[in-house]
């Protein structure tokens, strides 16, 4: 049972004219993203054959990812009538899929795959957390702030489970960069471009490079300074750092630098 369901959100208070189009289509995006949390659960199941515990609550995990999915889905219908949330899934399962039956993990180590976990769930608590913020609409703001509590709940999960594989796999902090390293890069890589795609632009010939941009034009744009030094703290935290340093501070800045140069470039070439 998750912490809150479909029924919880105030579906009545929604305003249409405090829609932004930008963050509809983020919104769209994610919703498809989402959904794929069944999938990723067996994924992580199967890398982690032998652990029931972790087992069951990658599973809850999973259950709760997917209905970010659906509630993300559904206040995109209402926002935008014509999009069909369903059709849209199958679009996306049906161009990107993930693994469900890997005997290890990508990452090398269970205490990897671990680490990876902990980087995405601080990209996605930070995103809805920024998204919450962002939005004028009251729906949305009610429905991201509840799948920012979940996604730091998860983080929390992975992280507890990363202390325990850490023990075992000795896995030290410079393995640990690598991984956060590597699985931040990888944001970039085609699930998020492919879902941007599927969901906005299901009549045209997907174009990576493109929806890749659209897509990040858009995200990069919800964020603040506070939710960067948040999510770095929470990286840096996953990877055996003092999360409240000097490093984290210098980290934080040239994160942002970098990121609104990315956004002004972004917006330079969609002009
Ligand atoms: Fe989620
Ligand atoms: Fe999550």
Redesign the pocket.
């Known amino acids: 049972m998750g912490h809150w369901t479909l029924d919880d959100i105030p579906w009545d208070r929604f305003e249409p004219d405090k829609v932004d189009p930008a963050i509809l289509s983020i919104v769209k995006a994610a919703s498809l993203v989402?959904q794929n949390?069944a999938d990723y659960a067996n994924y992580l199941c199967s890398v982690f054959a032998d652990d029931a515990g972790f087992q069951a609550a990658a599973r809850g995990w999973g259950t709760?990812?997917a209905q970010?999915?659906r509630a993300l889905g559904r206040w995109a219908t209402l926002a935008d009538p014509i999009f069909d949330h369903a059709a849209a899934c199958a679009r996306f399962t049906a161009g990107f899929r993930v693994s469900p039956s890997a005997q290890h993990s990508v990452r090398g180590s269970r205490a990897g795959e671990l680490v990876a976990r902990c980087i995405v769930e601080t990209g996605?608590s930070s995103y809805?957390t920024a998204l919450a913020e962002a939005t004028r609409e009251p729906v949305l703001r009610a429905i991201c702030r509840r799948?920012a509590a979940?996604?730091l709940r998860?983080y929390k999960l992975f992280y507890d489970h990363l202390s325990r594989y850490l023990a075992a796999e000795r896995m030290g902090a410079w393995g640990r960069v690598r991984v956060a390293l590597g699985r931040i890069v990888e944001s970039e890589d085609d699930e998020l471009a492919y879902a941007y795609h599927a969901a906005n632009q299901p009549a045209l010939p997907y174009d990576r490079r493109s929806a890749a941009r659209a897509y990040a034009r858009r995200a990069y744009a919800v964020y603040r300074p506070h939710h960067v030094e948040r999510g770095m703290a929470m990286i840096f935290k996953a990877v055996g750092l003092k999360p409240h340093g000097r490093l984290n501070l210098l980290a934080t800045r040239l994160a942002w630098w970098g990121m609104q140069k990315r956004v002004l470039r972004l917006e330079r070439l969609a002009a």
Request: aromatic share 8%.
């Open positions: 989402e949390g709760e990812e970010h999915g996605t809805y799948i979940d996604e998860h």
